[in-house]
């Protein structure tokens, strides 16, 4: 493994993972944000319970956007360590 300066297509492949990691986490935590909210507008709820998907449905959306992004940085770091 080398050792030295990273080169710029590492640089290059580095930013594209990230950028990659960002889009499918925001995706991802939109589709589950929707999930929740879509049904309940759909059938129509009490105010309550609409702030209660609300806020659930942005807890769990944050919380797999996060997952995402760091699945698929630690997935990246394991195959440049590999050399792939």
């Known amino acids: 493994m080398d050792t030295g300066r990273e080169s710029r297509w590492e640089k290059d492949a580095m930013t594209v993972e990230i950028m990659f990691a960002l889009v499918t986490a925001v995706a991802l935590a939109v589709l589950i944000f929707a999930a929740l909210l879509v049904p309940a507008l759909a059938i129509g709820v009490t ?38």
């Open 47 to 84: 105010a309550p319970a609409g702030k209660a998907l609300l806020v659930v449905g942005a807890v769990l959306g944050a919380a797999a956007g996060i997952w995402r992004v760091v699945r698929v940085l630690m997935r990246f770091d394991a195959n440049r360590r590999l050399g792939h």
